[in-house]
């Protein structure tokens, strides 16, 4: 592939989301782009049901998977900007019931 490839780092705040986590990281987990070239981190923020459990069903061990007790979409949404690469392009933050197509990142790269 490209080596001028753009870096893509997503986050994506998890809070009692057990009914679109597991789609959302599916989508991520089939996104046509180079895997070395992105980034996954989910903050899983002071859920209350399932959610956990499933992130740890449905991402790959290349995902970054944060726990952190604090509910509030804020506080996990800069929690995993703390964790963002430094060789990134975009930070693309995602509701956890937005589901990325498999040209996502490509489309964003030639924009």
Do not use: C
């Not at 998977?65 to 995602?94: F, H, M, T, Y």
């Not at 509701?95 to 996502?104: H, K, L, R, S």
Request: net charge negative; aromatic share 10%.
């Amino acid at each position: 592939m490209d080596g001028g490839l753009l870096f893509f780092s997503v986050i994506i705040p998890a809070h009692n989301e057990e009914a679109y986590v597991g789609k959302v990281l599916t989508s991520l987990k089939n996104i046509d782009y180079p895997r070395d070239k992105f980034e996954v981190i989910v903050v899983e923020n002071g859920s209350t049901d399932r959610t956990n459990d499933i992130i740890r069903e449905y991402a790959p061990a290349s995902f970054k998977i944060i726990r952190i007790a604090e509910p509030g979409v804020s506080r996990a949404k800069n929690r995993g900007l703390d964790l963002v690469s430094q060789i990134s392009s975009w930070v693309i933050v995602l509701d956890a019931d937005t589901y990325p197509g498999t040209p996502f990142f490509r489309e964003l790269h030639r924009f």
